[in-house]
């Protein structure tokens, strides 16, 4: 495919070319990768501009406990760290928060207190410290919860004594060195899509902090399809039921749906002046991933679909 069939396909999901967009889409049928757009100061999108991937870090997030639960250092049947939430006499699993069935808060409620500050693991913890007990159950419900994301890379980086890009490294392809980054300590990266955040800046690390271009996220997207790891299909890509046998469509950091009667899985992210969405299938050697610094959601989705019915 060319960069003209990708001009189009951008074009017929709704979105503007002129628009900062990065993607790229590999298949059976083909491979493309591409960038489009300019940036606020003028400047076209370059092929190794890195842009803001919101919760696409959950996939890695999953990975990254994946890897320490094979290595004996995690084990997801147990509790999370009591001083995680000291105000719960009875406290989620391990696997619980990693299927969103913690009975934690739901995605927007902590984030709408924010006012003017940044989205920073230090203040998700410290919300999560002044937690009352849930009057949901744990285990009886599904709540996507970013917060309970955010736990996860704390208790890595505990158990491992390693930051979470260090254990990311473990977890992610060497291609990945030059194309991706993670920042959670006040501080953006160097690129022309941190001046389109906002006032509120995604400082965390767990459920976001990733900065990637297109390509080395596909390139992780591969991986994870092919199973390097040895731990994606075992755990990652596995379903969940609660407590009363309903099944829950969310693996460790991935939505788990269907393509042509095989899984596929998904998942999607946002913030103010961002939104992407990577999708795969290893049955189909699938692995798509779109990134752009706008904030419509049904056109990238949209996007996503055509990218994967043109190389599926």
Not at 282 to 290: I, Q, T
């Amino acid at each position: 495919m060319s960069a003209t069939d990708s001009d189009a396909l951008i074009a017929q999901s709704g979105l503007a070319t002129t628009q900062p967009i990065a993607i790229a889409a590999r298949g059976r049928r083909g491979r493309l990768s591409a960038v489009t757009g300019y940036w606020p100061d003028g400047g076209p999108v370059q092929a190794g501009d890195l842009f803001y991937a919101a919760s696409l870090t959950k996939q890695v997030t999953g990975a990254i406990i994946a890897h320490l639960v094979q290595s004996g250092s995690i084990n997801p049947a147990l509790p999370i760290p009591q001083n995680f939430l000291p105000r719960w006499t009875t406290l989620p699993t391990v696997r619980q928060v990693l299927h969103h069935t913690a009975s934690l808060p739901e995605a927007g409620r902590l984030e709408s207190a924010l006012g003017g500050g940044s989205w920073t693991s230090e203040y998700v913890m410290q919300m999560a410290a002044d937690l009352a007990p849930p009057d949901c159950p744990i285990g009886s419900a599904f709540a996507y919860s970013n917060l309970g994301y955010v736990m996860l890379a704390r208790l890595a980086e505990q158990v491992a004594g390693r930051t979470f890009a260090e254990l990311a490294a473990d977890v992610l392809p060497s291609s990945a060195g030059s194309g991706m980054a993670f920042f959670d300590t006040g501080t953006l990266p160097v690129s022309p899509h941190a001046a389109l955040l906002g006032s509120s800046l995604p400082l965390t690390t767990g459920d976001g902090g990733l900065w990637t271009t297109a390509d080395a996220y596909a390139d992780f997207l591969d991986m994870q399809n092919e199973d390097r790891s040895g731990a994606a299909a075992r755990l990652t890509q596995a379903d969940h039921r609660l407590r009363n046998g309903e099944l829950v469509r969310y693996g460790w950091g991935i939505g788990i749906r269907t393509l042509a009667g095989h899984p596929l899985y998904i998942h999607g992210g946002g913030w103010t002046g961002a939104r992407c969405k990577a999708i795969r299938s290893p049955a189909l050697g699938l692995s798509v991933v779109v990134l752009t610094a706008g904030e419509q959601e049904a056109a990238v989705s949209a996007l996503v679909d055509k990218l994967a019915e043109a190389v599926a």
